[in-house]
T-cell receptor, first 110, second 111 residues
Framework: SQTIHQWPATLVQPVGSPLSLECTVEGTSNPNLYWYRQAAGRGLQLLFYSVGIGQISSEVPQNLSASRPQDRQFILSSKKLLLSDSGFYLC?????????FGPGTRLTVL | GQNIDQPTEMTATEGAIVQINCTYQTSGFNGLFWYQQHAGEAPTFLSYNVLDGLEEKGRFSSFLSRSKGYSYLLLKELQMKDSASYLCAVKVNTGGFKTIFGAGTRLFVKA
């Protein structure tokens, strides 16, 4: 069966510090992968999606970036975090039209 | 633009039936999802409608009318554990498939 992992589960970072969140998928090959952010009390905002290694599409211009160095690995990064980057970050993949989510990373920027 | 509307909050009583509505204005419609999200957790998949009509899955049912841009999620025999946010999401094809999420409806189930 397919499994999606994210780490860390929670993170508290100061403004201006770098960020690296990792997502890995097991049990499938060449998945479509997605990064979403959910601010407190808000809907899911699509940040990036990837259809293959090295292929990244950005949905929202901001100080975040994404990379896909391996087929089943998707990384979200920032060089300098802003207060507005706080939120719940979710990695997702698609199986037969449906998106399935990882457990998420709760990021607090202070 | 792409827009999805659903009520912000709803309250219902344990054992009752509740209907959560969702209206959408999107281009390239390719299906509609409902997800459940408990506080502090990731969304979990509930249903997927592509064609008009009602899809029943246990206590949960989902309805779609593509001509009206309307869907609802029906929850029967409400239980306390059904207290959660319910997200309506539309899959669109705009030169590539994407899923657009509504802000969600927070459902409170009271005894």
């Amino acid at each position: 069966s397919q499994t999606i992992h994210q780490w860390p589960a929670t993170l508290v970072q100061p403004v201006g510090s770098p960020l690296s969140l990792e997502c890995t998928v097991e049990g499938t090959s060449n998945p479509n992968l997605y990064w979403y952010r959910q601010a407190a009390g808000r809907g899911l905002q699509l940040l990036f999606y990837s259809v293959g290694i090295g292929q990244i599409s950005s949905e929202v211009p901001q100080n975040l970036s994404a990379s896909r160095p391996q087929d089943r690995q998707f990384i979200l990064s920032s060089k300098k975090l802003l207060l507005s980057d706080s939120g719940f970050y979710l990695c997702a993949w698609t199986l037969r039209d449906t998106q399935y989510f990882g457990p998420g990373t709760r990021l607090t920027v202070l | 633009g792409q827009n999805i509307d659903q009520p912000t909050e709803m309250t219902a009583t344990e054992g009752a039936i509740v209907q959560i509505n969702c209206t959408y204005q999107t281009s390239g419609f390719n299906g509609l999802f409902w997800y459940q999200q408990h506080a502090g957790e990731a969304p979990t998949f509930l249903s997927y409608n592509v064609l008009d009509g009602l899809e029943e899955k246990g206590r949960f049912s989902s309805f779609l009318s593509r001509s009206k841009g309307y869907s609802y999620l029906l929850l029967k025999e409400l239980q306390m554990k059904d207290s959660a946010s319910y997200l309506c999401a539309v899959k669109v094809n705009t030169g590539g498939f994407k899923t657009i999420f509504g802000a969600g409806t927070r459902l409170f189930v009271k005894a």
